[in-house]
Structure formats: structure tokens, C-alpha cells
């Protein structure tokens, strides 16, 4: 279907081309949009105009861009991953550079997220956010009734399961797709290994890692998650999951920090009502996506010019500052300062200032390398198999991408 | 010139609905077909020409033969069901029963719903922490179970539970028109004879409504194929990928993995599997047209 729509797209370019820079997004809920109109307020200010091309959920409006691009009319600057995604778009010819206002961005940037924004030493785009996604969100009442603390390992976690459980808690919160359940299996990789282990195993798929000893003891612990859940996990949704969360009915989950946004609009204070930690506790490592505004290879001049402004607003402190504020993420500039963050977000920024940022193996790894691997995990998950069974099939299905 | 538009008229009005059928069909066939020999990633490239590889990826790739399997497991179940369950209703439905226009809608009502509507409406139900079991649970039956929609092993039915209530009322229509179309004269034939109304059946009419089963056989085959939008309303593909069917494989690999070679390939086979059921079918309408 794909194909075939990008070869309607060229036949229908030259009546759509125009010179109206286009933005597409996938900011459309309560927080993102108040967070984007920070970003347009300000965009505007500099003389411009933004015309607004949202697209709900972020694989739709990548598929839009994506297809737009295909058909020779691509929109002036997009929403898009840094990283391999963004390096595919630069292989291709299909974005423009923005150094003439990046000049000073090495500096300002974690070292990170500037490797992943530039393409042959130019960056290409502009970071807007940083979310982490190995987040421990514990409910403070629930933890205080069964009378423990914030665990800071996988072990200690799994230790506290039964007086959770003898409480008439679920001890752990847990979405059944994928695409959560990766989040689980990252920080028990990071548990078992750190962060070397993780970028062997998700960044290099290597196969002597993916069948070590250390793979077999995650096995071992991931496995324990399926008693640690209720009958009702598999398939759930992530924000339903959160309300058992927030409603007590939960004492732990890991989910990305977007989750704040839920627990907020429910009343509940982030680091106080529900504790949070980046797990597990002196892992280094706190894995993390970030929101960027790739520039598409557009030639016009003023398009070209609207491209360099909003690389450059994207880049302005004040922006940076109340986007992330509204947004419950973090600025990617180190040199923001916490006031006003919630010690969640102050927790994030300290982290992303002493280096231990990782960024999120679907932005580095080749993303059928990696997808086997989440397949072969979340069908671990579901089913009866033994470690030793899981950790040959998970080696077996990477082995066969290659 | 006017004789040549008078001869071939009929050609002429064809062409360009045919020109169209040729590229806009057959020639993405062959594309697609293209595509799948070549390594693309996001963006067809025909520079990576891989041959075959792809296709031996495809099948060393697990999640491809779960869905694979399920599709063979769900459409045997859900041709098994949804036959013998709908012709089982238009029999009922056709002894002259009263107000049957009204169960006749009943039965056909859920075809007017789309395959999303469908999903989650059951998606709902047979959630073990919202729908029928805590319903039952609530009547006092506490130990009733049904979990068939987070067990891995029992999800396939699910989709057939759903996929039947949305098909039965297709299948239940077309059996109705087949039963009307026998004669009356048979009835009355075996009637004298003495013989009863389920032997009728068996030996006599069911045979009878062999192109009827053919009809129904190669339509719901081609829904099989095609189900999509049940499994993503539903399931998702979970538990894991344990309800996965190949289309969901296809655009997952095509759209989330940026694997078009991948899905091409995936394409094909869904392609092959269908001409497998199509061609048969083809064969004996036209031999019987002959």
C-alpha cells in the first residue's frame, strides 16, 4: 500500500507543491498542545507563520511526512526521531542541514543527543525534549501501608512482592504490549549487566551477550514478572494500566515519564503522592527518547529561512524551559536551571547532566534487528517457557535478521 | 472508422477500465514482487537486489509462523463455525416460522457494524477484570472463568467468536436464498416416502446447496485473508504476538520496522495463499460453465 502511494504522490506532486512552510506533528492532547503553543507563540513572534499539520499518534504522522516526502512535496519540517530514523532520511538526500544557527549547540546538548542530531558533523535537526522511559513510579500510600520503601533493584522489588500481595495490592502495574513491556526488560538488563550489557545486547544485538550467563539471569527475573501482574495485564493500555497506579489498586509500575501527565490531571504530586526513581537506583543509565523537529531538503529560500528560525526558537532557553514544563518532560539544554520542575524532572535533569543518558534502542539499532527481539520477548512473557527456552529463541530470531 | 467502433465496440467502452486493472493492480503485483528481492528499508530501493533472501528471512522468522499458523487455525475454525452455525440458522429460519423477517435481522445486524466496532465491543466482553466473567462473578458463579482474550493458547477463538458474529449473518442469507431455491416437489416427493425432515436434509438438500458452499467457502476464505482491522481492534496481536495474523505481520514490518523488502515478501506469500484457494475455485466454475 505504501509503495503505491508513493508513486500516486509523484503523479500528484506538482499540483500539491507549496511554498507555505508545513509543520507536521503528533502533539495533540491536553499537555502537548498547551506545550506546543509555547513553541508556535514564540515561532511566530519571530515573523513567521506556522501552518499547523497535525497528525494523531506518532507512526501515522510519520507515515504522512514519510509519504509526503515520496511525493515530492515534503512538509517544511517534521517531528521526527534523532538517531538511525533520521540518519535513513539524511541517506536518502532528504533533509537539510542547520548549522548556520547550531553553531554553539555542541556545547549546550548532552553529548548524546548531538552525535544523534547531526549527520556528516551538521546537524539536521532540533531537539525539542527528552523523556525518560526507565521510570519506578510507586504509589506513597500503598508503600506506606505495607510498610516499605522505594525498592532500588530487581531483587529487592521482587522481594517486597508478597507483602504487597498479602496487602490485596497487585504489586506491579503492567500494560501487556510490547512496546511497555520493553521498559521492564531494559531495566532488568541494566539490573543484571548495566550499562555495558544493555548496549551489547539492544545496541549491538551481539550474539555471545544475547546467550551469556548475565542473559539468562534476566531471563530469570523477567520471567518472575509474570506473577508479579493481574489476570487483566495482557494487552492493556498504558493509561488504564496507570490508573491502577494512581488508584492504589498497584503499588509499582514502570512506565516513561509521560505518565506524570495521568497522576497530574488525577491530583496526585509527582516524588510525592506516587515516588519516583530511575530504576534500578545507580543503574547510570536512564533510557530516554527525544521529541526533534527534523528540516527537510526544500530549496525555496524562504522556506529555507523558516527552516533556520524554527531550528532556532526549538533552541531558545525560555522555549525550552516552559515546553518541557507543560510537556512533563525535560529540556535537552544542560543549562536550564530546576526551578519550577518537579523532583521527578529535577531527578532526570541531574542525570542527563552527569551523562547517563541512553538513547532508546529503536532510535540506533536496525529496527528488525531490535523488533525481533521485542517479539521474542513479549512471547516469553505470555507463555510458560523456561529461561534457558527463552533466551535460545531470543538469540535464534536476532540471529535470522541478520 | 465507424465500422471499426461498431465491430469492436464492447473493446473499446473496456479499455480503459482495463488499463486501469492492468497498472493499478497487476502492475503493483509485480512491484511488490519486485520489491520483496531487494533489501529496502523505508524507501523501495531496487539497487540492493537480495534475490531470495528475504523470503528465507521471512520463514526463519518466528512471528511470521505463528501468524502464519493462525491464520490457517483461525480460518479453519471460524469456515467451521460460521458454516455450520449459519446453515444451521437458515434452516431454522426457513420453516415458515413466524415473524421471521424479524429474526432474519437480528441475525444480519451485526454485518452493518465495521470489523473496529466489532473488536472492541468484544474486546470489552471478554475482558476478564470488566465484562462477562466478572458479570458472571457478580451473579455468584465465582469460580467461572474467561480468559480466553489474555491466554495465548485460547485467543485465536476470540477472533472466531467475534469474526462469527459478525460473518453469521452473510453466510445465514446466502444458505436462506439456496433453501428457497429448492423445489417444492422434493419435499412433497419425500414426504409421501415417509422420510424424515432430517434425512431430507442430509442426504438431499445439503447437497443440493454444493455451489451455495462454494459461494460461502471462497468468501469467507477471502475475509480470512484479508482480516485486519479485527485483530488490531481486539487483540493488538497479544498476548506477545500470539494472536497475530499476516496481514497485521505485513504492515507492521512495512510501517514499524521499516522492512519493506520484509513486507513485500510477507505480501506474496498472502498472495500465493489466496491464489491457492482462488485458482481451485476458478477451475470448477469454469469447467461447469463449459
Known amino acids: 500500500m505504501f509503495t503505491k502511494l508513493g508513486v500516486l504522490g509523484t503523479a500528484m506532486a506538482f499540483a500539491l507543491t507549496t511554498t507555505t512552510p508545513v509543520f507536521i506533528h503528533w502533539w495533540t492532547t491536553g499537555g502537548e498542545a498547551a506545550a506546543l503553543k509555547i513553541l508556535v507563540e514564540a515561532y511566530e513572534k519571530t515573523g513567521n507563520t506556522w501552518k499547523d499539520n497535525p497528525v494523531a499518534g506518532g507512526e501515522a504522522a510519520r507515515m504522512v511526512a514519510r509519504t509526503r516526502i515520496l511525493g515530492g512535496d515534503p512538509p517544511t519540517s517534521m517531528q521526527w526521531q534523532v538517531g538511525a530514523p533520521l540518519m535513513a532520511l539524511a541517506e536518502e538526500g532528504q533533509l537539510n542541514d542547520i548549522d548556520a544557527v547550531a553553531q554553539d549547540w555542541d556545547k549546550l546538548l548532552p553529548k548524546v543527543i548531538a552525535d544523534n542530531a547531526k549527520y556528516k558533523g551538521k546537524y539536521v535537526t532540533a531537539p525539542m525534549d527528552i523523556h525518560g522511559h526507565n521510570w519506578l513510579w510507586g504509589n506513597q500510600a500503598v508503600l506506606d501501608d505495607v510498610g516499605i520503601p522505594m525498592p532500588k533493584t530487581w531483587d529487592e522489588l521482587i522481594a517486597s512482592a508478597d507483602k504487597i500481595r498479602a496487602k490485596g495490592y497487585i504489586p506491579l502495574a503492567l500494560g501487556g504490549q510490547s512496546w511497555q513491556e520493553i521498559f521492564v526488560f531494559e531495566s532488568i538488563l541494566i539490573d543484571v549487566g548495566g550499562r555495558d550489557f544493555l548496549t551489547k545486547v539492544t545496541y549491538d544485538l551481539d550474539d555471545a551477550a544475547l546467550r551469556s550467563p548475565e542473559m539468562l539471569k534476566a531471563f530469570e527475573t523477567f520471567a518472575k514478572v509474570r506473577d508479579l501482574v493481574d489476570p487483566g495485564s495482557p494487552s492493556r493500555d498504558w493509561n488504564i494500566t496507570g490508573g491502577l497506579l494512581i488508584n492504589g489498586k498497584a503499588a509499582y509500575m514502570i512506565m516513561g515519564d509521560w505518565l506524570k501527565g495521568e497522576f497530574v490531571a488525577a491530583g496526585k504530586a509527582p516524588g510525592k503522592d506516587i515516588a519516583c526513581e530511575v530504576f534500578p537506583a545507580g543503574g547510570k543509565t536512564l533510557v530516554f527518547g527525544t521529541d526533534a523537529f527534523a528540516m527537510t531538503a526544500v530549496k525555496d529560500p524562504a522556506t529555507r529561512e523558516a527552516q533556520l528560525a524554527l531550528a532556532k526558537t526549538i533552541m531558545d532557553p525560555v522555549v525550552q524551559k516552559e515546553f518541557s514544563l507543560r510537556k512533563g518532560s525535560i529540556p535537552p539544554r544542560l543549562d536550564i536551571d530546576k526551578t519550577g520542575f518537579d523532583p521527578c524532572a529535577q531527578i532526570a535533569m541531574g542525570e542527563a547532566a552527569a551523562g547517563h543518558l541512553f538513547l532508546v534502542p529503536d532510535n540506533v539499532t536496525d529496527a528488525t534487528g531490535i523488533g525481533a527481539l521485542v517479539d521474542q520477548m513479549t512471547t516469553f512473557l505470555h507463555s510458560k517457557m523456561t529461561p534457558q527456552e527463552g533466551v535460545t529463541a531470543m538469540a535464534d530470531a536476532v540471529a535470522a535478521t541478520r | ?290
Not at chain 2, 519493506?260 to 505480501?267: C, N, R
Open chain 2, 1 to 290: 472508422m465507424r465500422r471499426f467502433l461498431q465491430r469492436h465496440v464492447s473493446q473499446v467502452a473496456l479499455s480503459p477500465s482495463l488499463a486501469l486493472i492492468a497498472i493499478f493492480l497487476y502492475g503493483f503485483i509485480a512491484y511488490t514482487a519486485a520489491v520483496s528481492t531487494t533489501n529496502s528499508k523505508a524507501f523501495p530501493r531496487f539497487d540492493s537486489f537480495v534475490g531470495l533472501e528475504q523470503y528465507w528471512r521471512l520463514f526463519h522468522t518466528p512471528r511470521w509462523h505463528v501468524a502464519f499458523t493462525n491464520m490457517f487455525l483461525f480460518g479453519g475454525l471460524f469456515l467451521l463455525v460460521t458454516i455450520s452455525l449459519g446453515l444451521l440458522i437458515a434452516i431454522l429460519i426457513d420453516q415458515r416460522i413466524r415473524a421471521e423477517s424479524f429474526f432474519r435481522s437480528i441475525v444480519m445486524y451485526p454485518m452493518a457494524m465495521s470489523f473496529v466496532v466489532t473488536g472492541i465491543i468484544w474486546q470489552w466482553l471478554l475482558n476478564p477484570t470488566l465484562g462477562i466473567e466478572v458479570m458472571v462473578h457478580q451473579l455468584g458463579f465465582t469460580s467461572f472463568r474467561l480468559d480466553w482474550l489474555t491466554n495465548p493458547d485460547t485467543v485465536i477463538w476470540a477472533l472466531v467468536v467475534a469474526a462469527f458474529w459478525q460473518g453469521c449473518g452473510l453466510v445465514m442469507a446466502l444458505f436462506l436464498a439456496g433453501l428457497r431455491g429448492i423445489d417444492e416437489d422434493i419435499w412433497k416427493a419425500a414426504a409421501v416416502d415417509g422420510i424424515p425432515a432430517w434425512r431430507v436434509y442430509v442426504y438431499i438438500v445439503i447437497p443440493m446447496l454444493a455451489p451455495v458452499f462454494l459461494t460461502v467457502v471462497v468468501l469467507l476464505s477471502l475475509s480470512i485473508v484479508r482480516a485486519f482491522d479485527l485483530v488490531v481492534a481486539l487483540t493488538n496481536g497479544g498476548p506477545g504476538v500470539s494472536s497475530d495474523l499476516p496481514s497485521v505481520f505485513m504492515f507492521d514490518m512495512a510501517f514499524r520496522r521499516t522492512n519493506l523488502g520484509l513486507s513485500a515478501a510477507s505480501a506474496v506469500v498472502m498472495l500465493g495463499t489466496v491464489l491457492a484457494i482462488l485458482i481451485p475455485y476458478l477451475y470448477v466454475e469454469t469447467r461447469e460453465r463449459a
